[in-house]
Protein backbone atom coordinates (compact mmCIF):
# COMPACT_ATOMS: atom_id res chain seq x y z
CA UNK A 1 0.00 0.00 0.00
CA UNK A 2 1.44 3.38 -0.82
CA UNK A 3 3.23 5.44 1.81
CA UNK A 4 1.99 8.85 0.83
CA UNK A 5 -1.04 10.56 -0.99
CA UNK A 6 -1.58 12.38 -4.26
CA UNK A 7 -1.82 15.49 -4.82
CA UNK A 8 -3.40 18.28 -6.69
CA UNK A 9 -4.45 21.82 -6.02
CA UNK A 10 -7.81 23.29 -7.42
CA UNK A 11 -7.58 25.51 -10.39
CA UNK A 12 -8.92 29.26 -9.14
CA UNK A 13 -10.76 29.91 -12.66
CA UNK A 14 -13.11 26.92 -12.27
CA UNK A 15 -16.87 27.24 -11.36
CA UNK A 16 -18.53 27.09 -9.50
CA UNK A 17 -16.67 27.93 -6.14
CA UNK A 18 -18.60 27.33 -3.21
CA UNK A 19 -16.14 27.17 -0.52
CA UNK A 20 -13.07 29.54 1.11
CA UNK A 21 -9.81 29.68 0.64
CA UNK A 22 -9.76 26.66 -1.76
CA UNK A 23 -11.52 23.73 -0.32
CA UNK A 24 -10.84 20.88 -1.99
CA UNK A 25 -14.80 20.06 -1.93
CA UNK A 26 -15.38 22.96 -4.04
CA UNK A 27 -16.21 22.02 -7.72
CA UNK A 28 -18.46 18.61 -6.68
CA UNK A 29 -20.18 19.33 -9.80
CA UNK A 30 -17.41 20.89 -12.28
CA UNK A 31 -14.24 21.11 -11.90
CA UNK A 32 -10.70 21.72 -13.28
CA UNK A 33 -7.06 21.84 -12.28
CA UNK A 34 -3.81 20.88 -12.79
CA UNK A 35 -2.17 17.61 -11.30
CA UNK A 36 0.90 18.15 -9.40
CA UNK A 37 3.47 16.12 -6.70
CA UNK A 38 3.21 15.32 -3.61
CA UNK A 39 5.65 18.02 -3.48
CA UNK A 40 3.19 20.39 -4.91
CA UNK A 41 0.57 22.50 -3.35
CA UNK A 42 -0.56 19.77 -0.83
CA UNK A 43 -2.41 16.56 -0.29
CA UNK A 44 -6.43 17.20 -1.66
CA UNK A 45 -8.19 13.89 -2.82
CA UNK A 46 -7.23 9.96 -1.88
CA UNK A 47 -9.09 7.40 -1.80
CA UNK A 48 -10.41 6.05 1.61
CA UNK A 49 -7.84 3.35 1.67
CA UNK A 50 -5.11 5.71 2.28
CA UNK A 51 -6.60 6.38 4.84
CA UNK A 52 -4.42 4.66 8.01
CA UNK A 53 -1.32 5.41 9.98
CA UNK A 54 2.23 5.79 8.44
CA UNK A 55 0.43 7.35 5.30
CA UNK A 56 2.14 11.31 4.83
CA UNK A 57 0.16 14.01 3.73
CA UNK A 58 0.71 17.41 3.33
CA UNK A 59 -1.82 20.01 4.72
CA UNK A 60 -0.99 23.46 4.18
CA UNK A 61 -4.11 24.47 4.41
CA UNK A 62 -4.58 23.04 7.76
CA UNK A 63 -1.72 24.95 9.19
CA UNK A 64 -2.84 28.25 7.78
CA UNK A 65 -3.82 31.44 10.29
CA UNK A 66 -7.04 31.03 12.00
CA UNK A 67 -10.20 33.63 10.98
CA UNK A 68 -10.95 35.13 13.90
CA UNK A 69 -13.70 37.04 12.40
CA UNK A 70 -17.02 36.20 15.09
CA UNK A 71 -21.09 35.94 14.60
CA UNK A 72 -23.16 39.00 15.01
CA UNK A 73 -25.86 38.56 17.37
CA UNK A 74 -29.10 37.68 15.46
CA UNK A 75 -30.54 40.30 16.34
CA UNK A 76 -28.28 42.43 14.27
CA UNK A 77 -27.28 40.03 11.42
CA UNK A 78 -31.21 40.17 10.39
CA UNK A 79 -30.85 43.74 10.31
CA UNK A 80 -27.89 43.66 7.71
CA UNK A 81 -28.80 43.28 3.91
CA UNK A 82 -27.60 39.63 2.60
CA UNK A 83 -28.69 39.49 -0.97
CA UNK A 84 -27.19 39.51 -4.28
CA UNK A 85 -29.73 42.73 -4.92
CA UNK A 86 -28.35 44.49 -2.18
CA UNK A 87 -24.68 44.28 -2.94
CA UNK A 88 -24.15 47.93 -3.40
CA UNK A 89 -25.34 48.93 -0.25
CA UNK A 90 -23.31 46.02 1.14
CA UNK A 91 -20.30 47.37 -0.31
CA UNK A 92 -21.08 50.89 0.97
CA UNK A 93 -21.49 49.92 4.58
CA UNK A 94 -18.16 48.34 4.75
CA UNK A 95 -16.78 50.82 2.42
CA UNK A 96 -15.37 48.21 0.01
CA UNK A 97 -14.65 49.23 -3.41
CA UNK A 98 -17.08 47.21 -6.01
CA UNK A 99 -14.88 45.23 -8.28
CA UNK A 100 -11.39 44.94 -5.09
CA UNK A 101 -10.68 41.49 -3.60
CA UNK A 102 -12.56 42.22 -0.79
CA UNK A 103 -15.84 43.30 -2.55
CA UNK A 104 -15.51 39.98 -4.56
CA UNK A 105 -15.28 37.82 -1.78
CA UNK A 106 -18.05 39.56 -0.44
CA UNK A 107 -20.26 38.76 -3.91
CA UNK A 108 -19.09 35.33 -4.10
CA UNK A 109 -20.20 34.24 -0.47
CA UNK A 110 -23.63 35.94 -1.07
CA UNK A 111 -23.74 34.29 -4.62
CA UNK A 112 -23.00 30.75 -3.21
CA UNK A 113 -25.27 31.08 0.08
CA UNK A 114 -28.03 31.85 -2.62
CA UNK A 115 -27.26 29.03 -5.31
CA UNK A 116 -29.69 26.26 -5.45
CA UNK A 117 -29.15 22.99 -3.54
CA UNK A 118 -27.44 20.33 -5.65
CA UNK A 119 -28.87 16.34 -5.89
CA UNK A 120 -28.60 14.76 -2.66
CA UNK A 121 -27.35 18.15 -0.63
CA UNK A 122 -29.21 20.29 1.96
CA UNK A 123 -27.67 23.50 2.57
CA UNK A 124 -28.01 26.94 4.91
CA UNK A 125 -26.07 29.80 5.66
CA UNK A 126 -25.66 30.46 9.56
CA UNK A 127 -24.82 34.36 9.80
CA UNK A 128 -25.35 34.05 13.98
CA UNK A 129 -24.57 31.69 16.72
CA UNK A 130 -28.04 31.26 17.16
CA UNK A 131 -29.15 30.47 13.20
CA UNK A 132 -25.62 28.40 13.31
CA UNK A 133 -27.18 26.17 16.09
CA UNK A 134 -31.00 26.18 15.34
CA UNK A 135 -30.65 25.64 11.96
CA UNK A 136 -28.13 22.51 12.62
CA UNK A 137 -30.95 21.17 15.28
CA UNK A 138 -33.56 21.33 12.72
CA UNK A 139 -31.82 19.02 10.67
CA UNK A 140 -29.52 16.76 12.61
CA UNK A 141 -31.56 16.87 15.86
CA UNK A 142 -30.53 18.20 19.57
CA UNK A 143 -28.23 15.51 20.47
CA UNK A 144 -25.12 16.72 18.34
CA UNK A 145 -21.56 17.76 18.81
CA UNK A 146 -19.13 20.24 16.96
CA UNK A 147 -15.72 19.18 15.10
CA UNK A 148 -13.01 21.03 14.21
CA UNK A 149 -9.49 20.85 13.32
CA UNK A 150 -7.15 20.84 16.10
CA UNK A 151 -3.34 21.70 16.10
CA UNK A 152 -1.26 20.99 19.04
CA UNK A 153 1.07 24.30 18.11
CA UNK A 154 1.05 26.74 15.24
CA UNK A 155 3.73 25.26 12.88
CA UNK A 156 4.70 25.84 9.28
CA UNK A 157 5.52 22.75 8.29
CA UNK A 158 2.49 21.21 6.45
CA UNK A 159 4.13 17.55 6.45
CA UNK A 160 2.40 15.20 8.64
CA UNK A 161 1.70 11.54 8.79
CA UNK A 162 -1.30 9.64 9.76
CA UNK A 163 -1.40 8.40 13.33
CA UNK A 164 -2.96 5.09 15.18
CA UNK A 165 -6.80 5.98 15.98
CA UNK A 166 -8.45 7.27 12.95
CA UNK A 167 -12.64 7.57 13.81
CA UNK A 168 -15.58 7.64 11.14
CA UNK A 169 -18.07 9.57 12.68
CA UNK A 170 -20.87 8.43 10.20
CA UNK A 171 -22.31 9.30 7.20
CA UNK A 172 -25.06 11.95 9.36
CA UNK A 173 -23.12 15.08 9.42
CA UNK A 174 -23.33 18.59 8.89
CA UNK A 175 -20.15 20.12 7.04
CA UNK A 176 -20.08 23.93 7.23
CA UNK A 177 -17.43 26.01 5.62
CA UNK A 178 -16.30 29.29 6.77
CA UNK A 179 -17.18 31.89 4.26
CA UNK A 180 -15.19 35.29 3.25
CA UNK A 181 -17.24 37.91 4.62
CA UNK A 182 -16.88 41.13 7.07
CA UNK A 183 -18.47 39.01 9.90
CA UNK A 184 -18.82 35.10 10.21
CA UNK A 185 -20.87 33.40 7.92
CA UNK A 186 -20.85 29.74 7.29
CA UNK A 187 -21.73 27.84 4.74
CA UNK A 188 -23.21 24.38 5.92
CA UNK A 189 -24.22 21.33 4.27
CA UNK A 190 -25.38 17.78 4.45
CA UNK A 191 -24.31 15.59 1.72
CA UNK A 192 -25.71 12.39 0.96
CA UNK A 193 -23.28 9.19 1.26
CA UNK A 194 -20.60 11.43 2.69
CA UNK A 195 -18.71 10.31 5.75
CA UNK A 196 -16.99 12.27 8.20
CA UNK A 197 -13.48 10.87 9.70
CA UNK A 198 -11.23 12.40 12.57
CA UNK A 199 -7.96 11.85 12.00
CA UNK A 200 -4.34 12.12 14.40
CA UNK A 201 -2.04 13.28 12.89
CA UNK A 202 2.24 13.95 14.00
CA UNK A 203 4.24 16.68 12.28
CA UNK A 204 7.46 15.84 10.51
CA UNK A 205 8.58 18.55 13.10
CA UNK A 206 6.45 16.48 15.97
CA UNK A 207 3.54 18.92 15.88
CA UNK A 208 0.59 16.62 16.86
CA UNK A 209 -3.36 17.71 15.11
CA UNK A 210 -6.48 16.04 14.79
CA UNK A 211 -7.83 16.83 11.12
CA UNK A 212 -10.94 16.49 9.41
CA UNK A 213 -11.92 14.47 6.13
CA UNK A 214 -14.50 13.54 4.48
CA UNK A 215 -14.84 10.35 2.24
CA UNK A 216 -18.10 11.00 -0.85
CA UNK A 217 -19.06 7.25 -1.23
CA UNK A 218 -21.30 8.63 -4.43
CA UNK A 219 -19.48 10.73 -7.31
CA UNK A 220 -21.80 9.43 -10.25
CA UNK A 221 -23.29 12.72 -10.52
CA UNK A 222 -19.90 14.59 -10.80
CA UNK A 223 -18.65 15.45 -13.89
CA UNK A 224 -15.89 13.03 -15.21
CA UNK A 225 -13.78 16.27 -16.04
CA UNK A 226 -13.84 16.75 -12.21
CA UNK A 227 -10.07 17.07 -10.81
CA UNK A 228 -10.59 14.37 -8.54
CA UNK A 229 -10.99 11.85 -11.35
CA UNK A 230 -7.84 12.99 -13.18
CA UNK A 231 -5.93 12.76 -10.38
CA UNK A 232 -7.11 9.10 -8.78
CA UNK A 233 -7.15 8.23 -12.79
CA UNK A 234 -10.58 6.10 -11.94
CA UNK A 235 -13.83 7.18 -13.10
CA UNK A 236 -17.73 8.85 -11.34
CA UNK A 237 -19.61 6.33 -9.63
CA UNK A 238 -16.72 4.19 -9.18
CA UNK A 239 -15.09 4.09 -5.55
CA UNK A 240 -15.02 6.54 -2.62
CA UNK A 241 -13.32 9.79 -2.90
CA UNK A 242 -11.96 11.46 0.14
CA UNK A 243 -10.29 14.92 0.75
CA UNK A 244 -9.24 16.92 3.98
CA UNK A 245 -10.93 19.78 5.35
CA UNK A 246 -9.35 23.31 5.55
CA UNK A 247 -8.94 24.64 9.14
CA UNK A 248 -11.51 26.75 10.25
CA UNK A 249 -14.00 24.00 8.86
CA UNK A 250 -16.82 22.63 11.39
CA UNK A 251 -18.78 19.52 11.12
CA UNK A 252 -21.57 18.76 13.62
CA UNK A 253 -22.31 15.05 13.99
CA UNK A 254 -24.67 13.10 16.41
CA UNK A 255 -23.26 12.61 19.86
Known sequence: MPNSIESAHADCN??????????????????KGNKNS?????TIYFFSKNLHAGTKVKLPLLITPRDNTTFLPRRVSESMPFSSNKLPEILK???????????????ETIRNCERSSFDGEEKYCATSLESFVDLSVSMLGKDIQLLSNELGRETENPLFAIGRGVQNMGEKNLVCHKMNY??????????????????????IDGTKANALAVCHKDTSSW???????QVLKVKPG?????????????VWVPK
Do not use: Q
Not at 14 to 31: A, V
Not at 38 to 42: L, N, Q
Not at 238 to 250: A, E, G, Q, S, Y
Open 14 to 31: STPTFYKDGDSTKELKSG
Open 38 to 42: WEGDG
Open 93 to 107: HYSLKAGSMAANSVS
Open 182 to 203: PYAVYFCHLIKKTDVYEVPLVG
Open 238 to 250: TVPICHFLVRDTL
Open 223 to 229: SPNHIAF
